[in-house]
C-alpha cells in the first residue's frame, strides 16, 4: 500500500514538473518572439517643401512604447538612416527616420550633401522648424509614450540634436554619433535633455570641436557622457562610409568595433533616461 502510494506521488510529481517546463518553455517563447516590423509612411508639407519620413514597429507589441526620432547624415533620408529605425524597432522603440530636407532631395556627393546642409547649420531656426513637425506628427501614432521621447544623429543629424537640444527641445535625451558639436549657445535654462556623444578618437571633421564643446556643456553646469571609440575616424558606424570614403577621397571610414560600442552604449544610456 505504502509502495503505490509512492508510486503514485512520483508519477504525480512527474507530470507536474514537465507540465510546468512546457509552460515555461511556452512563455520563454512568447517573450522572444520574432519582430514583426510594421512600415508607415508619415507625409505632409512644410512652405514649399514635401516631407516624407519613415515610421517602424513592431506590432506584436501591445500599446505604447518609448519613441526614437532618427536624422539622417548630410547625405539625406537613405536607406542607412531607414535601417537604424528598424533597429530601433527590434529593440522595441517606435522609430521615425526624419526627413529633414523634403522635395525627395538627397546629397549624392560633397558638395550637393554640403549644399543641403549648410543652411541648418546657418540658420538653426530653419531645422528646429523641421524637426518640430515631425515631432508633432510622430506623437499622432496612437503608439508613441509622449513621456518618453529622445533623437539620435548621425553626422549632420547628430549635429542638429545637440544644436535642437541646446535650444531647448523637449526631449528625454539626444545621442549624437560622429556628429559636430558647436553650434547653438549653450542656456542653462533651456538644455534640458540627458545628452550621449558617441565620437571616433581620429575623427578628423570633429577634433577641434571637443575641447570646446565640453567646456560649453561644463560652463552652464550641463551633465552629458562622452564617449570616445579608439581608432574610429568620421562616419564610423557606417558600412558604406569606406566605399564613399575612397570614392570621394574623404577620411571616413566604417568601425565595426566602435559601431557595436556605440550602439550598445546608446541602449544603456536609453534604460536610464526610459526608466
Given at each position: ?18 507540465n ?45 512604447r ?13 536607406d542607412?538612416a ?35 546642409a ?14 518640430d ?17 529622445a ?11 545637440l544644436?535642437?537640444?541646446r ?17 547653438t ?5 533651456l538644455t ?74 546608446m541602449?544603456?544610456f ?6
Amino acid at each position: 500500500m505504502r509502495l503505490q502510494t509512492l508510486l503514485s506521488a512520483c508519477t504525480f510529481l512527474t507530470l507536474y514538473a514537465c507540465n510546468n517546463s512546457a509552460n515555461e518553455s511556452s512563455t520563454n517563447q512568447a517573450e522572444t518572439k520574432t519582430p514583426k516590423i510594421k512600415e508607415e509612411a508619415v507625409t505632409y508639407t512644410i512652405d514649399t517643401l514635401n516631407m516624407n519620413n519613415y515610421v517602424v514597429y513592431d506590432e506584436n507589441i501591445e500599446g505604447k512604447r518609448p519613441a526614437v526620432l532618427v536624422i539622417h547624415e548630410w547625405w539625406g533620408l537613405n536607406d542607412y538612416a531607414k535601417r537604424r529605425a528598424r533597429d530601433l524597432a527590434g529593440l522595441g522603440y517606435i522609430a521615425m527616420a526624419v526627413d529633414m530636407y523634403g522635395n525627395g532631395r538627397m546629397g549624392n556627393d560633397p558638395g550637393a550633401a554640403q549644399n543641403l546642409a549648410m543652411p541648418y547649420y546657418q540658420n538653426p531656426a530653419m531645422a528646429k522648424k523641421v524637426f518640430d513637425r515631425a515631432l508633432e506628427e510622430f506623437k499622432k501614432n496612437p503608439n508613441v509614450d509622449q513621456t518618453k521621447i529622445a533623437g539620435i544623429g548621425y553626422c549632420f543629424g547628430g549635429g542638429m540634436l545637440l544644436n535642437l537640444a541646446r535650444m531647448g527641445e523637449p526631449l528625454n535625451g539626444v545621442v549624437s554619433f560622429h556628429g559636430s558639436l558647436l553650434g547653438t549657445p549653450a542656456d542653462k535654462n533651456l538644455t534640458k535633455a540627458e545628452i550621449l556623444v558617441c565620437h571616433g578618437e581620429k575623427d578628423d571633421f570633429v577634433n577641434a570641436e571637443v575641447a570646446p564643446f565640453k567646456k560649453q556643456m561644463d560652463s552652464i553646469g550641463k551633465t552629458y557622457t562622452f564617449i570616445t571609440y579608439p581608432n574610429a575616424t568620421h562616419s564610423f558606424t557606417n558600412p558604406d562610409a569606406t566605399e564613399m570614403g575612397k570614392k570621394f577621397k574623404m577620411p571616413i571610414e566604417y568601425n565595426a568595433a566602435a559601431d557595436s560600442a556605440s550602439w550598445n552604449d546608446m541602449k544603456v544610456f536609453f534604460g536610464k533616461i526610459f526608466r
